[in-house]
């Protein structure tokens, strides 16, 4: 998508990409993918937490029950805002793929 080439070429490239390093690419983008995982559900729990005291409702009741329509919106929000840093987190791992700086 970023260089315009077709399917088979955009795979050879990719492969040339990893030669050599397909392991060490690998465990970076398993390991971002997990911290920015990590990350959000960290947020998201602080969010909720930040809610449910807000509300006068104990962490237990919180998590135990369904989601409220507000809490539905802030997790959404919440996706909307750190979606795209995993976009950004594998643009950035394909640009240093690209000039071999892994």
């Not at 315009?4 to 690998?26: C, D, E, H, P, T």
């Amino acid at each position: 998508m970023l260089e315009r080439v077709s399917i088979r070429a955009a795979f050879a490239r990719s492969k040339q990409l990893v030669a050599g390093r397909f392991a060490k690419i690998l465990r970076i983008a398993l390991m971002g993918e997990a911290i920015l995982i990590l990350l959000f559900l960290l947020v998201l729990l602080f969010i909720f937490l930040l809610f449910g005291l807000s509300q006068g409702i104990n962490a237990g009741a919180l998590f135990s029950t369904a989601p409220t329509l507000l809490e539905e919106i802030l997790e959404t929000l919440l996706t909307i805002a750190l979606l795209p840093c995993l976009v950004i987190f594998k643009t950035l791992l394909y640009l240093a793929a690209q000039q071999k700086e892994l």
